[in-house]
């Protein structure tokens, strides 16, 4: 069993910063790729981000490139994801989660264990 505990959200103006955590625990996910999610209200659970096992691969939405850094630390257990010039339309609950299985990064099924999430909001 893996448990996955994310932190870091809040209440930001917009072109605000915030950095959310995801520290996992229970059994390393060091040999797994990691990803972020997000699910506003009255809409469904989409794909932020993703990073692979180690470290060197990273993927995103488009509506984030430029904007969001995914990142690890396997030593800590710990995934990142710093983001940057916020926007109102990126108020959600973000979710992190381990990708244990074949498939597509941005598909959740390929993901077997997530957090309880982390509310974000973003003021205009």
């Known amino acids: 069993q893996v448990q996955l505990v994310e932190s870091g959200g809040g209440l930001v103006q917009a072109g605000g910063s915030l950095r959310l955590s995801c520290a996992a625990s229970?059994?390393?996910?060091?040999?797994?790729?990691m990803g972020w999610f997000r699910q506003a209200p009255g809409k469904e659970r989409e794909f932020v981000a993703a990073i692979s096992w180690s470290g060197a691969t990273t993927y995103y939405t488009d509506s984030v490139k430029g904007r969001f850094t995914i990142s690890r630390d396997n030593a800590k257990n710990t995934v990142y994801l710093q983001m940057n010039s916020l926007k109102p339309e990126d108020t959600a609950v973000y979710y992190c989660?381990?990708?244990?299985?074949?498939?597509?990064?941005?598909?959740?099924?390929?993901?077997?264990?997530w957090g309880q999430g982390t509310q974000v909001t973003v003021s205009s």
């Open positions: 989660a381990r990708k244990g299985r074949g498939g597509g990064s941005a598909q959740t099924e390929t993901y077997d264990y």
């Open positions: 229970g059994r390393t996910i060091s040999g797994y790729s």
